[in-house]
């Protein structure tokens, strides 16, 4: 079992950054790979990122490619999320979850927000313009 703990969200102006932090416990967290989603008000979940359990792939929704980057470090089992340039249209909880990872597979499986098993509880991310 696998228990989530976003931290580092907040208001940031247009244009700033913020970085995101999944904290991770349970002993085969190395074993997951982590997905990045985020829900605006009165709208659906949506992929943004993920890390497959290695950081040998990672994996972006188009919106925010070259701008959001995530990374991982397995030893203190965390995954990050660091977002730049950031858009109003950025608003949003975003959620991590991970996903007992596999190999061969690509973008759809990642961005499949049902395939997780274990989601945090969210960390608000507001960018104001």
């Known amino acids: 079992q696998v228990q989530l703990v976003e931290s580092g969200g907040g208001l940031v102006q247009a244009g700033g950054s913020l970085r995101l932090t999944c904290a991770a416990s349970?002993?085969?967290?190395?074993?997951?790979?982590v997905g990045w989603f985020g829900q605006a008000p009165g709208k659906e979940r949506e992929f943004v990122a993920a890390?497959?359990?290695?950081?040998?792939?990672?994996y972006y929704t188009d919106s925010v490619k070259g701008r959001f980057t995530v990374s991982r470090d397995n030893a203190k089992k965390t995954v990050y999320l660091q977002m730049n340039s950031l858009k109003p249209e950025d608003t949003a909880v975003y959620y991590c979850?991970?996903?007992?990872?596999?190999?061969?597979?690509?973008?759809?499986?990642?961005?499949?927000?049902?395939?997780?098993?274990?989601w945090g509880q969210g960390t608000q991310v507001t960018v104001s313009s």
């Open positions: 979850a991970a996903l007992l990872d596999t190999y061969g597979h690509g973008y759809y499986y990642y961005s499949a927000s049902h395939l997780y098993d274990y």
């Open positions: 349970g002993s085969t967290f190395s074993s997951y790979a």
């Open positions: 890390i497959t359990w290695n950081g040998g792939s990672t």
